[in-house]
T-cell receptor, first 115, second 112 residues
Framework: GAVVSQHPSWVICKSGTSVKIECRSLDFQATTMFWYRQFPKQSLMLMATSNEGSKATYEQGVEKDKFLINHASLTLSTLTVTSAHPEDSSFYIC???????????FGPGTRLTVT | GQNIDQPTEMTATEGAIVQINCTYQTSGFNGLFWYQQHAGEAPTFLSYNVLDGLEEKGRFSSFLSRSKGYSYLLLKELQMKDSASYLCAVAPYGGATNKLIFGTGTLLAVQP
C-alpha cells in the first residue's frame, strides 16, 4: 500500500512558539491531503483539507490563522501551529488518497506537547 | 450536519466473535470505511463498503445497509492483539478531494 510519512514523530515546545509538522507521500502523488487532530481517547477530528497549489479548506471552528497549511508540491504538505498553547497539545495525523483510491492512507502521526 | 455514532467501549473474550455497530447520517454517501487504531499509532485500513451487503476479509467482515444508514464490523476468532479502537468513517462525496468523517470510535478490550 501507499506510504505516508510525518516528521517529527513527536515534539515538545514552549507556549508561544511555533511548530511545523511535515507530511510526505512517499510513493504516490497527492493533490489533496488531510490534517486531523486527535485528543486522548477521542476519535479523529478533521481540521482541514490541504490542496496542492491553492489555499487549504478549514473545517468549522478551526482557526486558519493559527493552523497554517502549505501544500507546495504533490508530495509535501506542512502544518504549522503558530503561537502554540498547552491546549494545542494533541496527536496530529495527516493522510492522503493513494491507490486504490478508495483507501485513505495515514501518516504515523506527530505527538505535540506544549509546555 | 454529519453524525456518525458507535458504542464507546466493548469487551469480548479471546476466541469469541464481536460485532461493532455504526449508524450514520451524512449529507451524502460515497462509501463507509472501518479502521483499526492502536494507542499512539495511526489508523490502519480494514474495510470499505459502498454497496449493500457483506464484505468478508479473513477474520474481519463488514456489512452495510444504505437505506438504514447502518454498518457493522464483525471480528471472529478474537485475539488479544485485536484490542484497539475501531473507527467507522463515511466519505460523503466522491473524488480525490473526498474527506472522511469519523465516528466516535469504539475501544475494544479483548480479555483472556
Amino acid at each position: 500500500g501507499a506510504v505516508v510519512s510525518q516528521h517529527p514523530s513527536w515534539v515538545i515546545c514552549k507556549s508561544g512558539t511555533s511548530v511545523k509538522i511535515e507530511c510526505r507521500s512517499l510513493d504516490f502523488q497527492a493533490t489533496t491531503m488531510f490534517w486531523y487532530r486527535q485528543f486522548p481517547k477521542q476519535s479523529l477530528m478533521l481540521m482541514a483539507t490541504s490542496n496542492e497549489g491553492s489555499k487549504a479548506t478549514y473545517e468549522q471552528g478551526v482557526e486558519k490563522d493559527k493552523f497554517l497549511i502549505n501544500h507546495a508540491s504533490l508530495t509535501l504538505s506542512t502544518l504549522t501551529v503558530t503561537s502554540a498553547h498547552p491546549e494545542d497539545s494533541s496527536f496530529y495525523i495527516c493522510s492522503g488518497w493513494g491507490l486504490p483510491e478508495y483507501e485513505q492512507y495515514f501518516g504515523p502521526g506527530t505527538r505535540l506537547t506544549v509546555t | 450536519g454529519q453524525n456518525i455514532d458507535q458504542p464507546t467501549e466493548m469487551t469480548a473474550t479471546e476466541g469469541a466473535i464481536v460485532q461493532i455497530n455504526c449508524t450514520y447520517q451524512t449529507s451524502g454517501f460515497n462509501g463507509l470505511f472501518w479502521y483499526q487504531q492502536h494507542a499512539g499509532e495511526a489508523p490502519t485500513f480494514l474495510s470499505y463498503n459502498v454497496l449493500d451487503g457483506l464484505e468478508e476479509k479473513g477474520r474481519f467482515s463488514s456489512f452495510l445497509s444504505r437505506s438504514k444508514g447502518y454498518s457493522y464490523l464483525l471480528l471472529k476468532e478474537l485475539q488479544m492483539k485485536d484490542s484497539a479502537s475501531y473507527l467507522c468513517a463515511v466519505a460523503p462525496y466522491g473524488g480525490a478531494t473526498n474527506k472522511l468523517i469519523f465516528g466516535t470510535g469504539t475501544l475494544l478490550a479483548v480479555q483472556p
